[in-house]
């Protein structure tokens, strides 16, 4: 997610999002778990300093009972919003947002049982040619191994 649109500052999305949306979707039995992360490059001397440019990441754990087709529906206006919630735009009114549904295929757990959330979130998309997935999951399961056993 990203604003787009300037008349939605930061503030408003954000305590939109934290405040009314997560809590819509744990009232609603949507999700159990939603982390959200902002954007930046690791070193970053302000790593919290939100602006325009910011993107933003939130991923939520889609409880496996819940029925897309069938379960409640959130809503994406609000009052807060720049048109006052009068024409009851979406929040895409303003805000870039690409959401789409992934499935787990795999959990590497290292030798810790900390329970906690990451300090950091890495995303890679990774598309092999046909005749290399096998060789890609080979290469990746290595990496996850070696960047666990350095951590450790």
Do not use: C
């Amino acid at each position: 997610m990203q604003i787009s649109n300037r008349t939605m500052t930061p503030d408003v999305f954000n305590h939109w999002y934290e405040d009314v949306h997560i809590p819509e979707g744990i009232d609603f039995n949507i999700s159990d778990l939603v982390l959200r992360y902002v954007n930046y490059t690791i070193g970053h001397p302000d790593p919290l300093s939100i602006s325009y440019a910011t993107r933003y990441l939130a991923l939520w754990k889609i409880r496996s009972d819940y029925d897309q087709k069938t379960g409640k529906k959130m809503n994406f206006s609000s009052p807060t919003f720049p048109d006052g919630g009068k024409e009851k735009k979406h929040v895409t009114t303003w805000v870039d947002l690409d959401s789409t549904n992934w499935l787990p295929i795999q959990l590497v757990e290292g030798k810790t049982k900390k329970n906690h959330t990451a300090a950091y979130a890495i995303l890679e998309k990774i598309s092999p040619h046909k005749a290399g997935v096998d060789d890609l999951t080979q290469w990746y399961q290595e990496e996850v191994w070696s960047l666990q056993r350095n951590l450790d």
